[in-house]
């Protein structure tokens, strides 16, 4: 489990080693948002590539290791420590100064122009309509539908197709 306390205290480990992070998932959504809408199983992270070794030292020397999954590529980890903390940790390069590339995938660098807060700490997250985006081509559980439902009707977007039928659900703050 990722509390909000865990989550500003690493924010506040990767500021004290110069990294600049790019919140995504449920914690980059509540950071849009403003406050904490769920618990969270971990801290979905960007980083730039070329930040990664710097990063992966502090990571390490905070006790967490790599745990291999199913989607793990070169530039997708996943690092877990000894409390089951979760850091989903996605390596990135500008290409230019309008674009960057993950996983082979070009994407317009305006992606990362979200601002948010987390436990006080201004923080910096992909836009609400790139998280909507990231959260379309899946399988999608009751997270994810909270997180988008939420996401809709702060930033005034478009429920996506395939969360048309949760339109009707009950979806707290």
Not at 57 to 65: A, Q, R, T, V
Not at 111 to 129: D, E, F
């Amino acid at each position: 489990m990722m509390t909000e306390q865990d989550a500003a205290s690493l924010l506040k480990m990767f500021e004290d080693i110069g990294v600049d992070v790019w919140l995504d998932g449920g914690w980059g959504v509540d950071a849009l948002l403003g406050y904490q809408t769920r618990s969270h199983n971990d801290l979905d992270i960007f980083i730039e590539k070329k930040n990664s070794k710097i990063f992966l030292k502090m990571l390490s020397d905070e006790g967490y290791s790599e745990r291999k999954m199913e989607y793990t590529t070169a530039n997708h980890t996943v690092w877990c420590d000894h409390h089951d903390r979760i850091i989903d940790l996605h390596l990135f390069e500008f290409r230019d100064a309008e674009t960057l590339s993950f996983d082979n995938e070009v994407y317009p660098s305006y992606i990362l122009n979200g601002r948010g807060i987390i436990g006080g700490i201004k923080v910096n997250c992909l836009t609400a309509q790139a998280q909507l985006l990231y959260h379309q081509g899946y399988d999608h559980d009751e997270n994810d539908v909270h997180d988008v439902l939420l996401l809709c009707k702060k930033f005034d977007l478009p429920i996506p197709g395939e969360y048309e039928n949760a339109r009707n659900g009950n979806v707290t703050e």
